[in-house]
């Protein structure tokens, strides 16, 4: 956040088309302190767009070496237990790192519209132990194909994986 009050973050060129940009945050002070905000807009990059298919429902993924693996039937518009794991080499990751006071950040974006949810694991924090189980209380509101991000960190660096999953 500059002097002014103005937020901004350096994005990965995007490729042409729209696109929804979406801002979650916390005061924590003021009078809205504690209250959770989500800011969001469109933004048009010019030339030439093509649709994509979103990726097959999978229940699991790799990012950066590790293999992020997501269990739990989820139900629309109920909140179900959803327990992710994160592995590398075989191997089950116990070193993950506290990443903006938690042990990871799991947003997901409904197919076709702008349906979001921003989950954090209900995993007890102890240092940086996290892992290799993460346990999220979720619901999300819309049956069908929902795009998750997950970001954890190891070694000081942040990763984000991504996988299609279905709710029924």
Known sequence: MAADGIWSA?????TPGSWRMFASFTPDNGAQKGKDFVLSRTVTV????????LPAAAGSTEVDGYTVTVK????????????????????????L?????????????HE???AFA??????????????????????LSTAGNWRLF?????????HTAALTLRVG
Not at 10 to 14: N, R, T, V
Not at 46 to 53: D, V
Not at 72 to 94: C, F, I, Q, R
Not at 97 to 109: G, P, S
């Open 10 to 14: 350096d994005l990965a060129s995007l």
């Open 118 to 139: 921003h989950l954090h694991p209900t995993t007890k924090v102890d240092g940086d132990h996290g892992g290799p189980d993460l346990s999220f209380h979720a619901e």
């Open 46 to 53: 010019p030339g030439r767009a093509t649709k994509a298919p």
């Open 72 to 95: 739990g039937e989820l139900m629309a518009g109920m909140a179900h237990p959803l327990t992710v794991s994160v592995a590398k080499d075989g191997k089950p990751v116990t070193d």
């Open 150 to 158: 997950l970001q954890f960190q190891t070694g000081g660096k942040l």
């Open 97 to 109: 790192q506290l990443y903006l006071d938690t042990y990871a950040h799991l947003t997901a974006f």
């Open 112 to 114: 076709g519209d702008a």
